[in-house]
């Protein structure tokens, strides 16, 4: 009887932790974006990266920063944002274009990152 509550446990256990996913998790390519488009000229220049988000890390180059929760924020005016809470207070906020699309800065320069898997 109690492997059987134990394993009902676990079952439960299991089962809350992955709906804990914020739905971002996976193989991203990175691309340097403008407005300008001397800048965006540019930017093919500089290449793609390969950028993989998990359930609370994000991993570039063989680095992988791990956070206390990555999470998704919808703000007053109804735009979406992919956090990046760190130790304390800290948050990183990615702009959530579409669901395989983050955006990070502004018109004149932007880091674009698009899901490959």
Known sequence: ?????????????????????????GEYTTRIGSDNELIDG???????????????????DGTRTEYDEIFVRTSNNGKRYLIFKSEGSEQEAWQIVDDNTLKKGNQLVSVILKKVN
Do not use: D, P
């Open 1 to 25: 009887m109690m492997k059987i509550i134990k394993t009902v446990f676990f079952v439960t256990l299991l089962s809350f932790l992955a709906g804990c996913n914020h739905g971002f998790e």
């Open 42 to 60: 540019f930017s093919g220049l500089l290449g793609e990266k390969k950028v993989i988000i998990g359930r609370n890390y994000i991993e570039s």
